[in-house]
């Protein structure tokens, strides 16, 4: 079959679906409004033409496309936010660039007389249907402010840059505000499911790590999961999540993410100690990673910048953190794994079938948290797990998400629902030269490829810590006891809303 793509030209009016029928496809998608006003909807932008409203410069209001005129500009389909025909006016809400980091919402109105309705109805219906795609519209939004994240600033934040998108969106929005450490896994776990899509946190990677637990210790845990999407409007420390799912930490382009992200199944891992289950949607880490987040606790005001110096610190300083471990190991070499990866770029399976098949339409009230294949920390190691011990090891990082930090990307080849947890491991001893090597390799993204990074695809993993009495080991950031655990994986359990639907936004292992 031919893609209508090929052959287009760059006129912005022309659309790909439609070849010789452009004439009647211009009669559809245009709409006149007076003598000075036409809207058309083009390839992938609204372009408006106002001959009323002449600009002050020659560039369009988005930067993406240069104008015909004066009075001409494209609006990205991706910036529409809503549009609304009353009895006497059609406005047209979008997000506007004021910087490169910020939008805000703007507007678009223009009188229609009483005989234009009809068609201007169904020319609305055509914009927000191109503005939205598969994603859905008018979201049901129970939004999570942590007071404390942000360095308090959360919740300024929120009503500043987030509010007036939601709000323009027409989405429906239920605000509470988080009191103490665990009042989310609270929230969550009482939560009418049915009542929400989504479960947006302002905050950093914390809140959402307590929502999902959360989901995880109800009766109906597979159905809360698979069901209600997580999201996070970056307001604290750590956002990773953000970085992944949306690109950016800025707070007004992830909210313009959200009201446009599609739902996406999300790999979630148990981690268990002792008698302890936690699911973790992140990272799990012990060593140079683990000491440098939760102990740099004391340096919080240089925000993700803490993350790389505390890394610098440890790798100059040949740190080694012995232990024992036992690892599932899935895919082993990594040219495999770039393989893989690059096929999941031209995989195009329904999101719906990117789950366990346990999980795929699950509906059930009394359905809990699914067992675990590999039991736990304190059962017997599984069939064909080999204890290695690892006395020079300097960094053990298995991950769920790409970016750990803004620029840091760890987890290159990791992928939103392979069911695979990435396991990184890197010796104490290496060199100076090479550790900071290492630490610029990560920065420009050729991390993957050096030959003193162990890069594995694994199903689960056990680590015993070892010759130390006390230390740091985190869970999607959050401090545990530092005592042996397992992880394990489970295939698309939880849910996100994501850009693309199926990838993060890093740059990958092509």
Not at 27 to 42: E, F, Y
Not at 146 to 158: D, I, L, T, V
Not at 316 to 331: E, Q, S, W
Request: one cysteine or more.
């Amino acid at each position: 079959m031919t893609d209508r793509r090929q052959g287009s030209t760059n006129d912005p009016f022309a659309d790909p679906g439609f070849g010789d029928d452009a004439e009647s496809f211009m009669i559809d998608t245009t709409i006149a409004l007076g003598r000075d006003v036409s809207l058309t909807l083009g390839t992938d932008s609204l372009i408006v033409l106002d001959e009323g409203q002449v600009q002050k410069t020659g560039s369009n209001c988005c930067g993406l496309l240069p104008n015909a005129s004066k009075s001409t500009r494209a609006l990205p389909y991706f910036n529409i936010i809503w549009a609304t025909l009353s009895e006497f006016d059609l406005t047209i809400q979008y997000a506007t660039p004021t910087s490169k980091d910020v939008v805000r919402v703007a507007t678009l109105s223009y009188a229609v007389e009483k005989a234009e309705h009809p068609p201007v109805t169904t020319w609305v219906y055509k914009l927000l249907d191109r503005a939205y795609g598969a994603s859905l519209q008018r979201k049901r939004i129970k939004v999570l402010i942590n007071p404390f994240g942000g360095k308090g600033s959360a919740e300024k934040w929120y009503l500043r840059d987030i509010e007036p998108i939601f709000a323009a969106a027409q989405c429906k929005i239920d605000v509470e505000r988080t009191q103490l450490r665990g009042h989310a896994i609270d929230i969550a776990e009482k939560l009418d499911v049915d009542a929400y899509d989504v479960v947006a946190c302002c905050s950093g990677d914390g809140v959402p790590h307590e929502v999902f637990n959360g989901f995880g210790k109800r009766k109906d845990a597979i159905r809360a999961l698979s069901n209600v999407a997580v999201v996070q409007l970056p307001c604290g420390s750590g956002n990773a999540m953000s970085l992944n799912l949306n690109g950016t930490d800025s707070t007004t382009l992830a909210a313009l993410c959200v009201i446009k992200g599609l739902k996406t199944p999300l790999d979630l891992i148990s981690v268990t100690q002792g008698t302890r289950r936690t699911l973790s949607f992140l990272s799990q880490s012990v060593g140079i990673c683990a000491e440098s987040d939760l102990g740099t606790e004391n340096i919080r005001w240089m925000g993700s910048a803490r993350f790389t110096y505390g890394i610098l610190v440890r790798l100059l300083g040949k740190t080694v953190y012995p232990c024992d471990i036992a690892v599932k190991v899935d895919v082993a070499d990594k040219a495999s794994i770039r393989d893989s990866y690059r096929d999941e770029l031209n995989d195009r399976t329904p999101a719906s079938e990117r789950r366990d098949p346990d999980f795929q339409g699950s509906g059930g009230a009394g359905e809990g948290l699914p067992p675990l294949k590999y039991g736990s920390a304190i059962d017997k190691l599984p069939d064909g797990w080999d204890l290695v011990p690892h006395d020079k090891l300097g960094n053990f990082f298995a991950g769920n998400m790409a970016w750990v930090a803004p620029g840091t990307n760890f987890f290159p080849a990791s992928l939103p629902n392979d069911g695979h947890i990435d396991l990184v491991c890197i010796n104490g001893d290496i060199s100076r030269l090479s550790s900071l090597q290492t630490l610029m390799a990560v920065e420009t993204n050729s991390f993957f490829g050096l030959e003193h990074v162990s890069y594995r695809k694994v199903a689960g993993y056990r680590i015993i810590p070892k010759n130390q009495k006390d230390g740091y080991i985190s869970i999607d950031g959050e401090r545990v006891p530092f005592e042996p655990f397992q992880a394990e994986i489970h295939r698309g359990l939880g849910t996100v809303l994501s850009k693309s639907g199926r990838m993060y936004e890093a740059p990958g292992v092509l």
